[in-house]
């Protein structure tokens, strides 16, 4: 069992933990917008999103700058400030709610065109597949739900671990459990990508991707 696999645990040391990570530097993401994301939404027309474990606010000031008006959540108070900043220094801060959860525990009212969750992965207690169903459960008729995980140890890692640590993308999807006739797949896989090391290693690394829109009728 993996501790994403595990219940909502103690929401103190949730808590605790993304403040930590966060509070040792002063910025930890690039601020730019995820790849996969910029490739599936890129197309898409503007609606309502709903971005889960939004971190420093790329990917929410991304699409609110193409239109969209997002809801976007973190359970680190100290992120979800860096990600106010950059929507303010964007000129999108009026397009973008955010709202601090421990998605374990509570989540955002209301249905979304885009519900996406990049990476929301977390070595303190988070229940994945339950948070995800409850994103599922946020997809408006017609609307897309996107996941983007962690497919795999970067190439330039000296001790990968084993590949059994992550699962294919069909179990992936099967874990969600979702009733797959009101769904239509538009990407489940593990493509590659670039990944550049903390001390500028080049290599590669995946990604699992899961793109599915609900059926409209
Ligand atoms: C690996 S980071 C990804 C951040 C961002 N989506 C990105 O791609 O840059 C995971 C994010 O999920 C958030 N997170 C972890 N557990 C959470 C929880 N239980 N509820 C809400 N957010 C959580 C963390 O604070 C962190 O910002």
Redesign the pocket.
């Known amino acids: 069992m993996t501790a994403e696999d595990r219940g909502?645990g103690d929401?103190d040391e949730?808590v605790r933990?993304?403040e930590a990570?966060?509070g040792r530097h002063e910025r930890?993401?690039?601020g730019r917008p995820?790849a996969v994301?910029v490739d599936i939404a890129g197309p898409l027309a503007a609606g309502r999103a709903l971005?889960?474990?939004?971190?420093?606010g790329?990917?929410a000031v991304w699409l609110a700058g193409r239109g969209w008006h997002v809801t976007a959540?973190?359970?680190?108070v100290t992120?979800l400030e860096r990600a106010a900043a950059q929507a303010t220094a964007a000129g999108v801060e009026s397009r973008i709610h955010f709202q601090?959860?421990?998605?374990?525990?509570s989540f955002p009212a209301g249905t979304f065109d885009l519900v996406?969750?990049?990476?929301?992965?977390?070595p303190?207690?988070?229940?994945r597949d339950h948070?995800l169903r409850r994103a599922a459960g946020a997809v408006a008729a017609g609307g897309l739900l996107l996941v983007?995980e962690h497919g795999s140890v970067p190439s330039w890692a000296r001790k990968p671990d084993s590949h059994a640590r992550f699962p294919t993308p069909e179990r992936a999807l099967a874990t969600l459990e979702l009733e797959l006739g009101a769904w239509e797949t538009e990407r489940l896989g593990a493509p590659e990508r670039q990944s550049t090391g903390p001390d500028g290693q080049l290599g590669t690394i995946r990604d699992t991707v899961i793109a599915l829109r609900r059926r409209a009728g």
């Open positions: 909502a929401g949730v933990f993304w990570h966060y930890v993401w690039s995820n994301l971005d889960l474990g939004c971190g420093e790329g990917d959540v973190d359970v680190s992120a601090q959860h421990d998605l374990g525990r996406s969750a990049q990476y929301l992965q977390s303190v207690a988070l229940p948070v983007v």
